[in-house]
Structures are given as C-alpha cells and as structure tokens.
C-alpha cells in the first residue's frame, strides 16, 4: 500500500493492553524488523466482527462524526440502548457520553436506555396514524387491542419502547385506554350516521316494551338493522351502557334496568328470596331468574342458598 492509503482494520492482540479512541499506535514485525504502519484507535471496545461489508460500514459510522453524531446513529439504529450499550457502540468514553446525553435530543426511559426525541415523536405519529385508520373503519369499536398494535411495529421498535410510547401518550392525552384497548383521546366510539336514526329507532321500541321485553333480534329486525351490522352494533350498545343483557336473548334498555334494581332495593330488607323480589318486582320466572343473576354477576348482590344479600 502507499503511504497514503488508509484502510479499516480489527488487531486481534495476544495480551489485553489499556487504551482509548484517539490513542496512535505503531505495528512492527518482530523478525525481521520492520515498521508495516500505524494508525489510530477507534473502538477499545469493540465485538469480534466478522469480515465483509457490514462490518467496514459500521467501522466507518464509529470512525468519523461529532460524539453527539455517533451516537444519534448508534440510536437510530438500535432504537435504544443502555449506557454501557453506547459505549460499546459510540467508542466514547464515559465523561463524553455523560456530557453529551444531557442534551435535550436524548431521553431516558425504562430507567436505564436511552433513546432520541425525534424517534419518539415518529413512533407517537406512527401510531396516531395507525389509529386514526382503524377508527375510520371501525366507528362503534372503543379502541384496539394494545398487543394487537404493537404487532405490526415488534420488527421495528423493541417492546419497552413501545410501552413507553403508549405511556407517555396517555400522559399527554394524546391516548386514552380502557382495559387492553388503545384509542386516540379524539375519538369517541358512534354508530355510522347512516345508522343513527334505525339505532334510535331500536332503542326506543325497547324502552317501551319495558321489562317484558321479546328477543332482541326481533328490534333488530323490526330496525332494519343488516344481519352483518347485529353483532358489532349489539356490542356497541353494551359497551355504552345503553342496554342491559339478562341473558344471550333478552336484553332491558338501561334506564328501565335501573329503576328495576332501585324498585327492588327500597322494596326488599338486607335480604331477599325469589318470591319476594317478585312482589317488589311484577315479573314471570322467564324475566325474574336471569334478573337476578344478573345482578348476581354485576356483584349488586350475593346468593346464598335460596336467599340473596345485597353487597352494594
């Protein structure tokens, strides 16, 4: 090579010796003596890399660049990175990399990795997209299952970064979660507008039929309501509390429902049997038995044998 050529190279060395980036150094062939060239250190620390033209790229990205520059790039690559990662990574040492991570384009999360400002803010944005598209085809869904987004971005970002995302955009109001379900904090959960005035329609005619209500497929049908909207828009109305199920046929409208409960309330002790439910209540067993197991699963009340106790 001539003098001035300059090329990326590993030493592999017998004995461990203290060094750091910047160090010069000399290589001379023991026997015969001879000086075969010199240079300087760029990573102390570095992997066994294997040869090829992956391992002269990354060489290159350690080699040149400002510290805050090497390790932007050590993070957008790796997403996030504990400090003993970009040390590796960065080739810096470890005053420098103090320094340098105070800048306000670094962030610290899960308690020990850092990762950029700008690579949060993208994946935010990423995920506002995300749910704005499956708001726009979903309108009566609450939101979507948190693992279920994190799926289409697992190859992108690691898990923790992903928590800490969501995290920080409930913080910010800019999500909001409901058991496993992410939503953007916008948007509340509606029926199509072509759909409202049919689904009032259905609300309405149960109301009026009060306790002694038919199947709720038939105010579905008697609505108008297409068999494949049934099963989203029935979620739909329970998710809102706006019916209340008795069992997988009969469901009461809410209101109705709860001055059931009330009726039922002032008018039994601190417990009660079916027969005296049913004085307080005028309903037939095919009514007044999925009744009170309803209330049985919402907690208001506890059955014990054949009496049940009010717990709330």
């Known amino acids: 090579k001539e003098e001035t050529d300059e090329i990326l190279c590993q030493l592999r060395l017998e004995e461990e010796i203290v060094t750091k980036r910047g160090d010069?150094?000399?290589?001379?062939?023991?026997?015969?003596?001879?000086?075969?060239?010199?240079?300087?250190?760029?990573?102390?620390?570095?992997?066994?890399?294997?040869?090829?033209e992956q391992t002269i790229v990354e060489l290159e990205k350690k080699k040149v660049g400002t510290p805050t520059e090497r390790i932007s790039a050590a993070l957008y690559e790796a997403k996030g990175l504990t400090f003993e990662g970009l040390m590796k990574s960065t080739a810096l040492d470890e005053a420098?990399?103090?320094?340098?991570?105070k800048r306000e384009e670094f962030l610290l999360y899960s308690g020990k990795e850092y990762t950029l400002v700008q690579l949060i803010e993208a994946i935010e944005d990423d995920l506002v997209d995300k749910l704005e598209e499956y708001h726009r085809k979903?309108?009566?869904?609450?939101?979507?299952?948190?693992?279920?987004?994190?799926q289409g971005m697992q190859k992108l970002i690691p898990k923790n970064l992903f928590d800490f995302v969501i995290e920080n955009g409930l913080k910010k109001d800019v999500f909001t979660?409901?058991?496993?379900?992410?939503?953007?904090a916008s948007f509340n959960p509606h029926v199509p507008k072509n759909w409202e005035k049919r689904t009032e329609n259905l609300l309405t005619e149960l109301k009026q039929d009060g306790l002694k209500v038919?199947?709720?497929?038939?105010?579905?049908?008697?609505?108008?309501?297409?068999?494949?909207?049934?099963?989203?828009?029935?979620?739909?109305?329970?998710?809102?509390?706006m019916?209340?199920?008795?069992?997988?046929?009969?469901?009461?409208?809410?209101?109705l429902f709860e001055d059931a409960v009330n009726q039922l309330r002032k008018q039994t002790g601190a417990e009660f049997e079916v027969g005296d439910a049913k004085q307080a209540v005028d309903l037939s067993r095919k009514y007044m038995i999925p009744f009170l197991e309803r209330l049985d699963t919402l907690g208001l009340t506890k059955r014990v044998e054949n009496k049940r106790i009010w717990r709330r």
């Not at 000399?26 to 990573?43: H, M």
């Not at 420098?96 to 991570?101: A, D, G, N, Q, S």
């Not at 979660?177 to 953007?184: A, C, V």
């Open 243 to 255: 019916i209340v199920p008795l069992d997988e046929q009969y469901y009461w409208h809410k209101e």
């Open 96 to 101: 420098t990399l103090k320094e340098v991570l």
């Open 24 to 52: 010069r150094f000399i290589i001379r062939r023991p026997s015969p003596q001879e000086t075969i060239g010199g240079g300087w250190v760029i990573d102390p620390r570095g992997n066994k890399y294997r040869f090829g």
């Open 138 to 150: 979903n309108p009566m869904r609450q939101g979507l299952n948190k693992a279920e987004l994190f």
């Open 214 to 241: 038919r199947y709720l497929k038939d105010y579905f049908k008697d609505a108008g309501i297409p068999d494949q909207l049934v099963t989203e828009l029935k979620k739909f109305l329970e998710e809102q509390q």
């Open 177 to 184: 979660r409901k058991d496993q379900f992410i939503k953007l």
